[in-house]
């Protein structure tokens, strides 16, 4: 199932009665939208195919807000008749036309939606959600908004401290799931946008002004014509890389700015009831995506497709770290005789010097008295530096060496250049380092009384996606292991191959094996491909974990678990990629089992509850928890038990 972020629920309008507002909105719009419509097939097609997609939408019925329920107005027979009478030309223009008109409808009705939601925000404190023209969530009695929220736990007598507990452990984590079929042109979203901003421009332009409202009007016309001309779909078949690119899309244009936007409205809701609670910490909601490692059912899916994804994402978090980096420097050019800057942010500058003494020369001279500026120059040095190595890594492949100097030979690692005397890089290793480098110039303006909200607002944006963006969810079918370990017990010539093994020996030859820190699986064997693959996705995740940070993938989904040998199946195989370590014991790895058909799902209590009453299960799942206590994800399907 794909994600597509759609608008959140809104209270209702400030009356009981049915929405007079919007009803005259939806209206006016679609009395624009069907006129606009229309001009463009009349620009766009010829005269006779034109009369037809305009006859064929009188039969269909009227569409006005009081006549939408009337279904007796539609010709069932007068559509069929007409339809049988078109020639494949026809048939392809008329389901060009009518998807342009729903989807021109949809947008209008979206802006509604959120029109409706503001006007009630500013007539009435206490919206009253029994609209029925509102979506089901919006006439729910339970607040709709933050502030709404904590303004009821006040009333209700919920104790500060009790919220702040609360608040302190949110941890909400989003996950897209992939979808192949999901794949909508990134020019084609664009047009969409663009025409829903000349919508709204239109309908706040004022009377007073025709000339204006005419331009707005040919500019609407003139962008539908160019969506009209425009193939909806890519001509060739789409790779799981621009799969990745199309999921992301979501990320660049609406969740990099939402959540900044998001802190600041929990931020001002607790003020105005809560003044003394300390807000969630910034990183209280993060992304996970399917796209690019749910290799369950896709062949595509190779571990060197995932390794590329990882390496996707990062990129475009540098490229817009950047970007905001570059924006700063624009912005802070506070001059050290007006302003001076904390004690500790100098101490930086003059280690940043001595790293980096190219930068120096070049901008010392400019931004002598302004540290801020100079302070960011050397941030943004490291951030192309971390983009071209990076560049570097995607290149290379997950199997090159964790030390890639041999690859680039006479250059630093990644084919950086080497700081002379020593073995540091310049690069950001970590995104703490980089984080710390803004906190550090956010703390100096705070000692002087300043504040920057586009800083905060970065700051923010690094603690959400750091530089991964989105963690990476492996997802992969029990068999498949399964099969795996049976390959690898008739190598290894075991008494009773793993296949031929009753659920409880399993069991207990798995954790037998979990506990030894004796290597299982030995190298240089050649195994078919679904075994060695197999063993390389996990091998890959190590090797993410080792270059990324562990928050870049350490979940991995069983689909079709039926039994307690599902997930320990997972663990052995990663324990031999080095994720599991026995001595510790701790596991880098959470192992997440989908139960799926109904049969699984009763059986999923009793499954879970053998497990946890294994100390050493318990051990590993407790090493993934920073609060000292177990960790488990389980996922519950829907698909095959609605099937049953």
């Known amino acids: ?149 904590f303004e009821r736990l006040r009333g209700l007598g919920l104790p500060p401290a009790q919220l702040e507990a609360l608040l302190r452990e949110l941890d909400i984590r989003l996950v897209f799931t992939a979808h192949p079929t999901e794949i909508v042109r990134h020019t084609v979203r664009h047009k969409q946008r663009r025409v829903a901003a000349l919508i709204q421009r239109l309908q706040l332009s004022t009377p007073a002004n025709p000339e204006d409202r005419d331009s707005l009007r040919q500019q609407l016309k003139e962008e539908i014509r160019l969506w009209w001309r425009t193939d909806e779909l890519h001509q060739f078949k789409p790779t799981v890389i621009n799969e990745v690119d199309y999921a992301l899309h979501y990320f660049q244009q609406v969740l990099f700015d939402a959540m900044p936007q ?28 399917w796209v690019g490692s749910d290799r369950d059912g896709n062949p595509s899916v190779t571990p060197e497709v995932t390794w590329k994804t990882a390496c996707y994402q990062r990129q475009i978090m540098l490229k817009r770290y950047i970007a905001s980096v570059e924006d700063l420097r624009d912005q802070l050019s506070i001059s050290m005789q007006w302003s001076p800057p904390s004690k500790a942010l100098l101490e930086s500058l003059e280690m940043d010097r001595l790293r980096f003494p190219d930068i120096y020369e070049e901008r010392a001279t400019s931004y002598r008295k302004e540290p801020y500026r100079l302070k960011l120059s050397y941030i943004l040095e490291r951030l192309h530096l971390s983009a071209r190595r990076n560049e570097q890594l995607a290149e290379a492949g997950w199997e090159a060496p964790g030390d890639a100097a041999a690859a680039f030979p006479g250059e630093g690692s990644f084919g950086l250049p080497a700081i002379a005397g020593s073995s540091q890089d310049l690069h950001f290793a970590t995104v703490e380092e980089f984080r710390n480098d803004l906190e550090l110039i956010n703390d100096s303006l705070s000692g002087t009384g300043l504040s920057c909200e586009p800083l905060e607002n970065l700051i923010a944006q690094v603690h959400t996606f750091a530089f991964c963006l989105a963690s990476l969810d492996i997802r992969q079918e029990s068999t498949r292991h399964s099969d795996a370990l049976d390959e690898l017990s008739r190598y290894l010539q075991l008494p009773v191959p793993y296949a031929e093994m009753e659920e409880e020996q399993r069991v207990q030859w798995l954790l037998s094996e979990l506990q030894t820190r004796r290597p299982l699986i030995p190298p ?89 009453s294994e100390p050493f299960y318990r051990q590993l799942i407790t090493s993934l928890s920073p609060s000292g206590r177990p960790l488990q994800e389980l996922m519950l399907g829907y698909s095959d038990s609605n099937k049953d």
Not at 19 to 28: D, K, T
Not at 561 to 580: C, F, I, N, P, R
């Open 1 to 149: 199932m794909a994600v597509t972020p759609t608008p959140l629920a809104s209270p209702a309008a400030p009356s009981s009665e049915p929405a007079p507002r919007v009803i005259r909105l939806l209206g006016e719009r679609l009395e624009l939208v069907e006129e606009l419509w229309e001009s463009v097939l009349r620009s766009e097609c010829p005269p006779q195919r034109v009369e037809k997609l305009l006859r064929l939408k009188q039969l269909s019925g009227p569409v006005t807000p009081s006549e939408l329920a009337d279904e007796t107005s539609v010709d069932t027979e007068g559509i069929v008749r007409l339809i049988r009478e078109m020639d494949l030309a026809d048939g392809i223009a008329a389901a060009r036309a009518f998807s342009l008109y729903f989807q021109l409808v949809n947008i209008l009705e979206q802006h509604i939606e959120e029109d409706s939601y503001l006007e009630s925000l500013r007539s009435s404190p206490q919206p009253v959600r029994n609209d029925p023209f509102l979506p089901p969530l919006a006439r729910q009695s339970e607040p709709a908004t933050f502030r709404e929220l």
């Open 262 to 289: 998001l802190r600041r409205r929990i931020r001002s809701a607790l003020a105005s009831s809560y003044p003394d609670v300390v807000p969630p910490r910034d990183s209280f909601v993060t992304f996970g995506s």
């Open 524 to 612: 240089s064997v050649k195994w078919t491909p679904a075994t060695a693959e197999t063993i390389d996705v996990l091998r890959m995740v190590h090797r993410l974990q080792q270059e990324f940070g562990g928050r870049i993938c350490r979940t991995y989904v069983i689909s079709m678990s039926h039994t307690v040998s599902d997930l320990l199946e997972v663990l052995l195989l990663a324990k031999e990629a080095g994720l599991v370590d026995p001595q510790a014991p701790r596991s880098d790895l959470l192992v997440v089992p989908l139960f799926e058909t109904v049969e699984d799902l009763k059986a999923a209590p009793g499954v879970m509850e053998r497990l946890f």
